[in-house]
């Protein structure tokens, strides 16, 4: 058996599968404060009378990294960045608490200028004094070498809670984006954590001996224990679970939308030939270009139990909520009330729910049903216009799927695929103002907890090989060992897929998951007058996002 669970914002939804088909599923509301109780409750209903030892996996999807970015809940982080010559420092300053470093590693990956110890000790005493816990330390060309980011961390060590180094958040080359992946890194590493311990103590306090995984941005899932060390991994996991949910429920096979539509927030993500989109260089989040590898998705602040209100002529809907429907105990107007006075949906206290949009009629002087409508069609159309924008910037640029680039594609949706909460009332209008088929999959209602049960464990490994310095690094697992002078494309290829698979497994894959593949594969000469010197040799490798092992992808009832 296996276990999903995706926690979200407003309700915390679980989906038991037993020989890969749902067997039971269950929601219960999120309690932000006290998480604990949320997963006691949904998993204590979900697993009431099932033999424990049967589960073979749990994993969680959550949003817990992304609000705590949305939301500005994030630790101050005192970074300190050897960034050596070519962009000058104030376009990589953070925050004040942002200090540049002499040092610097050059593009081959050997010491240019050494570490100031004293620099560094002064560095350390003021972020003590300023009561920083967590700190991010970034060189420039750190994944060729990562000598003086361990250095500098060396010298720093000692009360703080947590150092996240540059080269070990990705192995791929872009500096910003490395500065902004380490300082997100360390800036959640206080919240995730927390989120860990709870979850390892629910684990304790159910007696589970199952392995427990997270699902990551890039619609893969990594364990439980791992995930610690990485939190800035988890960024989007929530938005990457509709998607795989999407794609386990489906049998997509052209150009689709894929709306998932939550209490706080919609999610909207694009298919091309039946594969979802994948950001190349890494996600954006609140204007920090990242190093994190994700699936393609846009979030707006308009869901189901969105803020409606009436102020100046206008009717807001969102971006923020303001607790449940009032249907269900609120004390506002939301989407889902005016849903449920227009007859679209039967859920919640009907009375209520007409009485709080009755409230906002009032105030704009027109009847009742014309103010649900109204609340109902502006819901449509923000999230129309949201998914159309997302569209023309795609088809502006190369299109890249978590398979393949596609040169030259335009998407041209036929089909929309919505999942979520108010799936149901929502979808054939949506359907309408985006030109599309609508289409509810199976178990739409806990599409991300079926999504995050089926990702398989992904991970990545960049290789670099310089033969002349006889020097192999690799970034993601700190390394740099030496090599003989004629190691070549070919020992490149097989020791980064024999670390790869390494990798995989430590972070809980399972063998027949592991889909490899090479996604890039770069020698160069290097040449000193007239002679070659020697090669400087760049593989970097995957585990292929995707579904577990065994899982077709039709439908499961």
């Known amino acids: 058996m296996i276990l999903g669970i995706d926690v979200g914002g407003t309700h915390t939804d679980a989906v038991l599968f037993e020989n890969l088909q749902v067997r039971k599923k269950t929601k219960v509301l999120t309690q932000q404060e006290n998480l604990i109780e949320s997963l006691l409750g949904v998993t204590g209903e979900i697993l009431q009378g099932e033999n424990l030892k049967a589960l073979s996996r749990i994993v969680f999807s959550t949003t817990i990294s992304t609000n705590a970015i949305v939301q500005g809940k994030i630790d101050r982080v005192g970074l300190a960045i050897a960034c050596g010559p070519g962009l000058p420092s104030s376009l990589l300053k953070i925050s004040d608490d942002t200090h540049f470093v002499s040092g610097s590693i050059n593009h081959r990956g050997a010491e240019v200028a050494s570490i100031d110890a004293g620099e560094i000790g002064r560095i350390g005493e003021r972020f003590k004094k300023e009561g920083l816990h967590h700190l991010g330390v970034v060189g420039k060309f750190s994944t060729r070498n990562p000598m003086q980011e361990i250095q500098i961390r060396d010298l720093l060590n000692g009360d703080f809670r947590h150092i996240s180094l540059g080269h070990r958040m990705s192995g791929n ?303 993601e697992e700190g390394l740099q060992t030496s090599i003989p002078a004629e190691f070549s494309r070919e020992d490149a290829i097989e020791v980064c897929r024999e670390k790869l698979r390494q990798r995989a497994l430590q972070i809980g894959a399972v063998g027949e998951d592991i889909e490899m593949e090479i996604v890039e594969d770069l020698e160069f000469n290097m040449v000193r007058g007239y002679s070659r010197t020697g090669k400087n040799i760049r593989i970097k490798a995957q585990v292929k996002p995707g579904l577990i092992a065994g899982f077709d992808g039709k439908e499961k009832t």
């Open 173 to 475: 080359l872009n500096f910003p984006r490395r500065i902004a992946t380490t300082f997100l890194n360390a800036a959640l590493w206080e919240t995730y954590n927390t989120f860990v311990r709870e979850i390892l103590k629910f684990k304790k306090q159910m007696g589970l001996e199952t392995p427990i995984y997270i699902l990551k941005a890039d619609g893969g899932t990594f364990e439980i224990g791992h995930s610690a060390e990485f939190p800035v991994y988890t960024i989007l996991s929530g938005p990457a679970a509709s998607i795989m949910g999407i794609l386990s429920l489906t049998r997509c096979r052209g150009d689709a939308i894929a709306i998932d539509v939550g209490g706080t927030t919609t999610d909207i993500a694009i298919f091309s030939e039946g594969a979802p989109l994948l950001e190349p260089l890494g996600v954006t989040i609140e204007g920090h270009r990242t190093l994190i590898r994700g699936l393609k998705t846009r979030s707006i602040g308009a869901g189901g139990d969105s803020r409606v209100r009436y102020k100046n002529g206008e009717l807001t809907i969102g971006p923020e909520r303001d607790g449940p429907a009032a249907a269900f105990g609120g004390h506002q107007p939301t989407p889902t009330d005016a849903m449920i006075v227009l007859g679209l949906t039967d859920i919640g206290d009907p009375h209520r729910a007409a009485e709080a949009v009755g409230n906002l009629a009032k105030s704009m002087k027109i009847p009742l049903w014309e103010t649900a409508d109204r609340i109902f069609q502006g819901t449509c159309q923000r999230i129309a216009s949201a998914t159309g924008e997302m569209l023309n910037e795609i088809n502006n640029k190369p299109v890249y799927t978590i398979h393949e680039m596609l040169e030259g594609k335009k998407i041209k949706p036929e089909t929309l695929y919505i999942v979520g909460g108010p799936a149901g009332p929502m979808a054939a209008r949506l359907g309408e103002l985006l030109g599309c088929s609508a289409v509810i999959p199976p178990h739409a209602e806990v599409a991300n907890a079926i999504g995050a049960a089926l990702s398989r464990n992904t991970t990545e490994v960049t290789l670099l090989a310089d033969t002349e310095r006889r020097i192999m690094t690799i970034a």
